[in-house]
């Protein structure tokens, strides 16, 4: 049976290029695309980090029975809604995944596949480098919405709370302070 590694963490913890740096050293794994109803942001490819979708086409696929996990959130630039499809990407008897997502879907996923399906790989750095990488990496979007860094910033401190990562059964963290090192943590915690 296969499994899904799941790369998660609070914003701006680097988790998208430590996924995409596992992606370039397992080739083997597959990758499951979550679905988003948020503006594509610059240097974003749809079908890649996201298939960016409008409402109306989430509507289709809530009706069709495809959605395993949603999350919406009340954001400063509108309501965007996030989502994992069993839409056939997902093939358990053979093959393994890597994942990228937070901790809500992580659970739901665990849920609805299994909890020995799921292995959590947490990405943790100190808030304020997060602020640090989050405010560099908005300034360079065309348009900036600094408001919505600050919201997610926040919300991040809620999302990961000590409790929740206790409750969804985080017991190892992978501390991202240098890059190389944090990696090699986690191809070891793999062991693929």
Known sequence: MGKIYYVMGKSSSGKDTIYKKLLKT???????????????????????EYFFIDRLRLSDM???GQIIEER??????????YFTADDGQIDLEHYNYLMIGTLVSFQ???EYFGETSLVPIYI???????LSRALEREKHQPVPHYAEICRRFL?????????????????HRF?????????MEIREYIGL
Not at 72 to 81: A, D, H, L, P, Q
Request: aromatic residues 6%; negative net charge.
């Open 26 to 48: 397992y080739p083997e794994l597959h990758t499951i695309v979550p679905y988003t109803t948020r503006p594509i942001r610059d240097g974003e490819q749809d079908g890649v």
């Open 124 to 130: 943790e750095v100190e808030d304020g480098e997060r």
């Open 108 to 110: 739901a996923l665990k």
């Open 62 to 64: 809530e009706e069709s």
């Open 175 to 183: 501390r991202n302070q240098e890059l190389s090192e944090c990696l």
């Open 72 to 81: 919406s959130y009340n954001t400063k630039c509108g309501v965007w809604t």
């Open 155 to 171: 919300a991040d401190e809620d999302d990961f709370s000590e409790e929740n990562l206790k409750r969804a059964g985080i017991a």
